[in-house]
Structure formats: C-alpha cells, structure tokens
C-alpha cells in the first residue's frame, strides 16, 4: 500500500472469533457462527473481503476451541482442488478463500473474558502498529465498503476511528453508544465519550458502534489495566472511552447497509437483500419474495 499521508499504514486487522455463538444453537453446536453462510460465502469471508478491499494484508484471528474450521477455509485445499481439476472444474471459485502465506495469523482467546481482552490477547502480533477490528457479525455493504471508507477518513485525520450508525433509541442498550461532538465532514463526526450498553435514557445518543475500528497500538496498553464493564466484561469500548483526549477519535457514517447477523432476523435479512443484489439470484429471489409476500396478510 503507498502511503501518501506520511501516516502508518493500516496493514493489520483483527477479528475476535472466539465467541460460542449460542443465539444460533443448535447449528452451531459444531460450527463456528462465523461459518455459516450467506448464501454461499460464510460470514467471516464477508469481513475479510471488506479488509482486503481496504489494502489490509494481515489477518489475525482471535479464536477459540472448536474454531479450526475457520483456519481451515483461508488454508489451500488440496485434495479438492486436484480433485476439481482432475474433473476439469475452475477453481476460481476459491480465490477469495487464498490467503498469502505469513498472512494469516491465530491467537487464541483461552478464556472469554470480553472483546477488549480478546483484542489484547492479539497483542503482540499487532506490534507498534495502528490496526483494524473487524466484527464479522456485522456485515456492511457497499461501495466502497466500510473499512475502505475509514481507511480514506484516517488518511485525513489520524488516530483512532469507529464506524456508527443510527438505531431507534430503544435499541441503544444492546451497544456501544458514542457521545458525537463537531461534525468535521458530511461522514465524519468527533467523539467525546463513549458508554458501553447504556440503558435508554442515560446514552449520550442514538449512534451506535457498528463493529468496524481503527485504533492506535497505545489500546493495547490501556486494556492492559482496564477493569471488568458492562455485562461483567472487559470492554474495548471503556478502554477507547479513556483515549479519548489523548488522541483524535472520530465516528464514520458508513454510507452502505448494515445487517446484525448476530440475530436471526439480521441474518434472513441480509440472506433476502444479498439474493436481490446478485445477478446470479436476483430473478429468483424476486419470484419468491413475491409469492411470499403474497401469502401474508
Ligand atoms: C460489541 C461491542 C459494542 C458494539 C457491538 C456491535 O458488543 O462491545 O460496542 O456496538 O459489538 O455489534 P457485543 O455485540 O459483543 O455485545
């Protein structure tokens, strides 16, 4: 990647895995949440295809026991392709799944003590450097997407940002809410406080954040010492909370679709909008939202 800024550019990113999915029981009794799929990619492919789009090189997975099989979809598949070959099949319906060698990393989360100490546990990997978090759950599209949309705001102004978006306020206490100051750009906002899962009428808004970061190494130090939060937790959002200050901190709008496949509903509505969006499926899936919207009364 150039840098044109005279900014470190952001290389790395790390993406918290570890976690046991349990709002999708039973289907991830075996599987990773992360794996299962939106139509034909899993989840996770979703997020690193935003990262590489961003000109992120190294992905560094924070995983956990019976997380294997996501190492396993970024590895060569050996037999499988000699086998698709042999049968005169193209393999280039894996390109997205090849990884450059070195560039893909595991650390694991031994014990889950929360998403700040997930990130810390990727500490060492991530060095003295300013890197990403993705959180595959929430899927972003658009164009470009929400990483290379923050990668071109950090060019600007440095520091640490953090996508947001609205929510109607009766959702706000299932996030990390931003406390907005001066808007410096149509997309880009100051932060000046941050609460992790305020109940309603104590969050300082309606902005959420959406899973996607840009953060200064110093983080990492800061989680070193940072005391168990919301939900009995060490939250990444307290230890950004005390950054602020310190250093830049912005909010990006993302201007895309933003889907929580952390729920049931947010994954079948991401499943029905990303049929609708693919030639190969569009004609399809129109036909049968159509018949089933005409079911309902
Ligand atoms: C995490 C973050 C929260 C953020 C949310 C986005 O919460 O702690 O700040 O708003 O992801 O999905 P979790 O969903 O892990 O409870």
New binding site residues.
């Given amino acids: 990647m150039i840098e044109i800024t005279g900014r470190k550019p952001i290389r790395k990113a790390v993406f918290p895995v570890a976690?046991l999915g349990t709002r999708f029981l039973p289907a991830t009794k075996a599987i990773p949440k992360e794996m299962l799929p939106i139509i034909d990619r899993p989840l996770i492919q979703y997020a690193v295809d935003e990262a590489r789009e961003a000109g992120i090189e190294q992905l560094i997975f924070v995983t956990g026991r019976g997380k294997v099989s996501i190492v396993e979809h970024f590895d060569t598949a050996f037999e499988l392709e000699a086998t698709m070959t042999g049968r005169g099949k193209q393999l280039d319906v894996l390109d997205a799944t090849r990884i450059q060698p070195g560039n893909l990393v595991t650390v694991r989360q031994q014990v889950p003590l929360g998403?700040g100490h997930a990130i810390w546990c990727a500490r060492a990997i991530v060095g003295d450097e300013p890197f990403a978090i993705f959180?595959p759950?929430?899927l972003m599209i658009g164009s470009p997407g929400c990483m290379k949309q923050m990668v071109e705001a950090y060019n600007q102004v440095g520091g640490n940002l953090i996508s947001v978006l609205e929510v109607p306020h009766n959702q706000v206490s299932?996030?990390?809410?931003i406390k907005p100051g001066a808007r410096v750009a149509e997309d880009l906002t100051e932060v000046l406080g941050l609460v992790?899962?305020p109940k309603e009428d104590e969050a300082p808004s309606n902005l959420?954040?959406?899973?996607r970061y840009i953060l200064q190494p110093e983080v990492m130090r800061t989680l070193e010492n940072q005391g168990k939060g919301?939900?009995g937790e060490i939250?990444?959002?307290d230890a950004m909370a005390r950054m602020i200050g310190g250093q830049p901190f912005h909010a990006v709008t993302f201007a895309g679709r933003r889907y929580?496949c952390?729920s049931k509903a947010g994954f079948v509505e991401a499943t029905l909008e990303l049929a609708l969006a693919r030639e190969d499926m569009a004609k399809d899936a129109r036909a049968l939202i159509r018949r089933l919207a005409a079911q309902i009364d």
């Fill in positions: 976690g998403l959180l759950d929430e299932s996030y990390g809410v992790e899962k959420i954040i959406s899973g919301a939900g939250q990444l959002t929580d952390g």
